[in-house]
C-alpha cells in the first residue's frame, strides 16, 4: 500500500487572543490551536489543540492527528458531501 502524507497544511496563523493564536490546515480543515496559561507565580504553561467541526480531536498526549484529507475524500466517494 503506497503510503498517504499525514502532513497537514498550516495555513496563516491567527491570533485569537494574547493567549491563543489558531491555524486551519488547508487540506483537512483541522484547527490548530496553541494556548498558553500562567499560574500565580507567573510560570506559563504551553500546549496545542486540536479541533474539527466544533469537536476536539484526541490524538494522545501532545500528538497531533495525521491530515484526514484522506477522510475528504472517502467522504467524497460516499457521496455524503453537501455540494458547493
Ligand atoms: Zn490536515
Same mark, same amino acid.
Not at 480543515?29 to 490548530?32: H, K, L, N, P
Not at 496545542?48 to 476536539?56: L, S
Given at each position: 500500500?503506497?503510503? +498517504? &502524507?499525514?502532513? !497537514?497544511? /498550516? #495555513?496563516?496563523?491567527?491570533?485569537? &487572543?494574547? *493567549?491563543? &493564536?489558531e491555524?486551519?490546515?488547508?487540506?483537512c #480543515? +483541522?484547527? $490548530?490551536a &496553541? *494556548?498558553? $496559561?500562567?499560574?500565580? !507565580? #507567573?510560570?506559563?504553561?504551553?500546549w496545542?489543540?486540536? /479541533?474539527?467541526?466544533?469537536?476536539?480531536l484526541?490524538? #494522545?498526549?501532545?500528538?497531533?492527528?495525521?491530515?484526514?484529507?484522506?477522510l475528504? $475524500?472517502?467522504?467524497?466517494?460516499?457521496? *455524503?458531501? +453537501?455540494?458547493?
Open positions: 500500500m503506497k503510503a +498517504v &502524507s499525514t502532513r !497537514h497544511k /498550516w #495555513g496563516d496563523r491567527e491570533e485569537r &487572543s494574547p *493567549l491563543k &493564536s491555524t486551519e490546515c488547508a487540506r #480543515g +483541522v484547527v $490548530r &496553541s *494556548l498558553k $496559561r500562567f499560574d500565580e !507565580h #507567573g510560570r506559563g504553561s504551553f496545542k489543540e486540536f /479541533w474539527r467541526d466544533g469537536e476536539r484526541d490524538a #494522545g498526549d501532545g500528538m497531533t492527528p495525521p491530515c484526514d484529507a484522506r475528504e $475524500r472517502q467522504r467524497d466517494a460516499a457521496g *455524503l458531501r +453537501v455540494p458547493a
